[in-house]
């Protein structure tokens, strides 16, 4: 027998819940299919089979907690023909099987299979992702293990046909998750995923750690937006680049926190840490609650760098492909509600850093110019801060500079 157990999942991460299983006891594997999915409260684990055989027990049930280096599974080596077992003829509902490809035509060799006119090999995963988004698997090259095509190969494949991706910092709007099976005739119940109930525990923390309190401004964003008009197509051609306002507000904050350290900080015990670098924290609103990448050194990238690493981070966000390096170490936070519609917001501090920024929707409103009326694309800013340590003043000296560098955008080039 080979054990299959929890694998590492982290720093500081040291427990899951079973979300999916995907094979069936009785059911035959091959090395790196995937057997389960844990759900942490940051990113999603496939747990491989690491070896050939029949997969004779589960130990723990979807929705379990499991530990560390817990025992999920037993499978025996030397079994054969497991799939032709009664248990396997019968799959429980949301665990499919891995199921072959047929080659391509003309018999040549499949991609990722190991011999020319083998059937190819697919994960489970991978099948849902090739379902969803009608991609045919026959032409999916197989990087997993054995030469199994996985989940990440199809989002890939998907990847690069002719559809273009999402703007970056403008995610798409996410699709309503779907409604859980009634427990009754007036209310609906559902277990809460490890992520929602981390998400809790921090939002929590939070509240009752922090004397939180918000400041408040608006932004002209009549330069700004001038400018993206002039050099985005031209950008995007060059470099390859979609410029979006979040570089210009990265860019921003990171020239503000240089001066005003203290919002860049971090309350250890009776001590003021202060950061001399800024690890930018972006919010992203996915399928499976909030995450928050973040930009490594920002404050040392020029403009195309940070629009880049956005692309890079918050595709690999949508594709289920983050670390945990992308996920911990932020110094600051940005957060984005404007792109949903949110007009004003108060933000919360995430914990235990000492301030977040944000950002709302751009809305055409009549201001005073020059003693006369007119109409300007204008945006509504929120600083959330930790008043334990920020005073009232730096922090509206902050938003008052962050201002000032997004309504004379050429300010952002100086530094």
Request: net charge neutral; glycine share 10%.
């Amino acid at each position: 027998m080979t054990s299959i157990k929890v694998p590492p999942l982290g720093e500081s991460i040291v427990e899951a819940t079973v979300s999916r299983w995907l094979k069936n006891e009785g059911e035959s594997v091959a090395p790196g299919d995937t057997l389960v999915e844990l759900e942490t409260d940051k990113i999603t684990v496939e747990v491989p089979s690491i070896t050939g055989g029949v997969l004779t027990k589960r130990m723990v049930k979807e929705g379990d907690v499991v530990k560390l280096d817990q025992l999920l599974a037993e499978i025996d080596e030397k079994a054969s023909g497991g799939t032709s077992d009664a248990k396997a003829a019968a799959p429980s509902p949301g665990a499919p099987a891995a199921a072959p490809v047929a080659p391509a035509k003309g018999g040549g060799k499949a991609s990722g299979s190991a011999d020319a006119g083998q059937p190819q090999r697919v994960s489970p995963a991978a099948q849902r992702v090739a379902a969803e988004t009608g991609t045919d698997l026959s032409g999916v090259p197989g990087t997993g293990r054995g030469g199994v095509v996985s989940k990440a190969d199809v989002v890939d494949a998907k990847g690069q046909g002719p559809q273009r991706s999402a703007p970056m910092t403008t995610p798409s709007r996410p699709a309503p998750p779907a409604r859980p099976a009634p427990s009754g005739d007036r209310e609906t119940r559902e277990k809460m995923t490890t992520r929602r109930k981390r998400i809790a525990e921090n939002l929590l923390q939070s509240h009752v750690s922090t004397a939180r309190l918000t400041t408040f401004n608006e932004i002209d964003m009549t330069q700004v937006e001038a400018l993206r008009a002039r050099v985005k197509e031209k950008i995007e051609k060059e470099h390859g680049v979609r410029l979006s306002l979040m570089p210009f507000f990265v860019r921003a904050a990171c020239m503000a926190l240089k001066e005003f350290p203290v919002v860049n900080a971090q309350i250890d015990g009776d001590l003021i840490v202060y950061h001399n670098y800024v690890n930018m924290g972006i919010a992203v609103a996915s399928d499976a609650g909030l995450i928050v990448p973040n930009l490594k050194d920002a404050d040392r990238m020029g403009m195309l760098d940070v629009a880049r690493t956005i692309a890079d981070v918050a595709k690999r966000a949508r594709d289920g492909k983050l670390t945990m390096d992308d996920l911990t170490g932020g110094t600051f936070t940005i957060t984005n509600g404007g792109v949903f519609g949110s007009l004003v917001s108060t933000p919360i501090i995430n914990f235990p850093q000492v301030g977040i920024l944000g950002l709302h929707k751009t809305q055409d409103r009549p201001v005073a110019i020059a003693g006369k009326v007119e109409i300007r694309p204008m945006m509504y800013v929120a600083l959330s801060y930790d008043h334990r340590i920020i005073d009232g003043q730096q922090a509206v000296l902050f938003l008052v500079r962050i201002k000032e560098l997004m309504e004379d955008p050429g300010l952002l080039a100086i530094d």
